[in-house]
């Protein structure tokens, strides 16, 4: 059956590790699979979009072989920071050997590459695949074939790349055939990690330097990573440059725990009385903790400790007590970019916070998996949420008491895990419809939210 009944915790305590980050895991594989030598990825994220990265780049003809942990790892018993019980119950990880082929030894694929449910796979791939001199075509699930390719496809067409997509190039699938590429100079319409990703592998294989502006910082992982790999790439505020032409060469890469996966349980966390959670190993970088930044604002006890860098990237343990007496606050647009996957778990926050928190700025989230915007207002009223819907967010009436009803993820796995931090918190039973949907980002999510309010 794809749902689950929830009803109201007792008590959420206890301490864990998050999946491995799912952007940075996207990454590790496109870049390794780039670069000349062979990378070894340790805590390779293994769902359903990083495995489609993966697919896709074996399809490309780069050899990577999978070592994966065993299925369901031994609790281990104690206790932890948190006042409640440690255990091992992990997201399914991998090491991942790639024997990257450079930038110029990608093969042809022999059938159009499926990228499920991921945009990050395919708008990435698009911008690679442009420089590429053969041909290729990238499709995807029913919810990815909806979702608008126009930002990726318009700019690497003024570098040069001849792609066609559905309805008039704005929709997948996409066909590439890929050409000497040129650099120029983009200015960024919205703040889009995918689309300046995209554009900055593109420049890899374009002549002369690609210099790319942000409206506002969008999540920094691509800029971070490829220096480590050789590229010449600068970074200047919201200006980011970088040449073309330079090969990469392997390294290899750790993966940090996924700030947006622990974002649900730092919620649970605020929202349910006497509650105690130490989430460890979380990635903790300042393009995407601005949920951290709000919370604290509306009165979270949050701790944040053991601080130190793995790999490219800042990593710390963080800790959470509930019982705070929460306030409303304002989100403005410059801010969502810092908390663009977070907006599900924040609206459910935002219940439980005296006054009317806004959101506004957020019209990018009606063209994610779902529309998060309409399906997070559709989902809380259903619950006795007073919410008033913008065209770009949302303005949230709390402090509000949330009874349990039935409600639909619409194949989002955010809006499944944040409804599931809804139905912790209220009163009667609340279902879930379409649950599969979290196997995209966080396999094993409502073992562990078991664990922790059992």
């Known amino acids: 059956m794809d749902n689950i009944e929830l009803n109201k915790a007792k008590r959420f305590k206890g301490?864990?590790?998050?999946?491995?980050?799912?952007?940075?895991?996207?990454?590790?594989?496109?870049?390794?699979?780039?670069?000349?030598?062979?990378?070894?990825?340790?805590n390779f994220l293994r769902a359903e979009d990083t495995m489609s990265t993966l697919n896709a780049f074996r399809a490309l003809g780069v050899d990577i072989s999978e070592v994966s942990p065993p299925t369901h790892p031994s609790?281990?018993?104690g206790e932890g920071k948190g006042g409640g019980e440690s255990f091992e119950l992990r997201t399914p990880s991998s090491e991942l050997i790639i024997n990257g082929k450079g930038l110029y030894g990608l093969k042809e694929p022999f059938d159009v590459i499926n990228c499920g449910n991921s945009g990050t796979t395919m708008r990435l791939l698009s911008g690679v695949l442009s420089g590429n001199?053969?041909?290729s075509v990238l499709t995807g699930d029913e919810s990815l074939r909806k979702r608008p390719m126009a930002r990726v496809i318009n700019p690497l067409a003024q570098m040069g790349a001849e792609i066609i997509a559905r309805d008039e190039n704005r929709y997948p699938p996409i066909a590439i055939k890929g050409r000497k590429l040129n650099g120029i100079k983009y200015t960024m319409p919205v703040a889009s990690a995918q689309v300046k990703s995209a554009l900055l592998l593109a420049g890899l294989y374009a002549d002369g330097e690609t210099e790319i502006r942000e409206p506002v910082k969008s999540r920094d992982h691509t800029e971070r990573m490829l220096p480590a790999f050789g590229a010449e790439i600068t970074?200047?505020?919201?200006?980011?440059?970088?040449?073309?032409?330079?090969?990469l060469n392997a390294v290899d890469i750790h993966v940090p725990g996924d700030f947006s996966s622990a974002a649900f349980f730092l919620a649970a966390a605020l929202l349910i009385r006497d509650s105690d959670i130490t989430i460890n190993d979380v990635g903790?970088?300042?393009?995407?903790?601005g949920l951290i930044s709000a919370l604290k604002e509306m009165g979270a006890d949050i701790e944040i400790t053991n601080r130190r860098s793995v790999y490219v990237e800042p990593v710390a343990d963080i800790h959470c007590r509930g019982g705070a007496e929460l306030k409303a606050i304002t989100i403005e647009k410059e801010q969502i970019p810092a908390l663009i996957d977070e907006f599900p778990v924040?609206?459910?926050t935002a219940t439980q916070a005296a006054g009317i928190t806004t959101i506004r700025g957020a019209e990018e989230l009606r063209v994610k998996e779902s529309d998060r915007i309409k399906t997070m207002a559709s989902d809380l009223r259903?619950?006795?949420?007073?919410?008033?819907?913008?065209?770009?967010?949302?303005?949230?009436?709390?402090?509000?008491?949330?009874?349990?009803?039935?409600?639909e993820s619409y194949g989002d796995h955010r809006i499944a895990m944040a409804m599931a931090i809804a139905a912790l918190i209220a009163d009667?039973?609340?279902?879930?419809?379409?649950?599969?949907?979290?196997?995209?980002?966080?396999?094993?999510?409502?073992e562990i939210l078991k664990k922790l309010t059992s």
Not at 382 to 407: N, V
Not at 428 to 446: A, K, L
């Open 15 to 42: 301490e864990f590790s998050p999946p491995p980050d799912k952007s940075i895991s996207h990454r590790a594989v496109i870049f390794s699979s780039l670069s000349k030598g062979k990378s070894l990825i340790k």
């Open 75 to 77: 609790p281990s018993r």
């Open 133 to 135: 001199p053969f041909f």
């Open 235 to 247: 970074v200047d505020g919201l200006r980011i440059t970088i040449k073309g032409g330079t090969e």
């Open 284 to 289: 903790i970088n300042p393009t995407r903790t």
């Open 346 to 348: 924040l609206c459910v």
């Open 382 to 407: 259903k619950m006795g949420a007073e919410i008033e819907e913008f065209e770009d967010g949302l303005s949230i009436r709390g402090k509000t008491t949330l009874k349990g009803a039935p409600i």
């Open 428 to 446: 009667g039973t609340t279902t879930i419809n379409g649950i599969s949907s979290v196997n995209i980002s966080f396999p094993r999510f409502f």
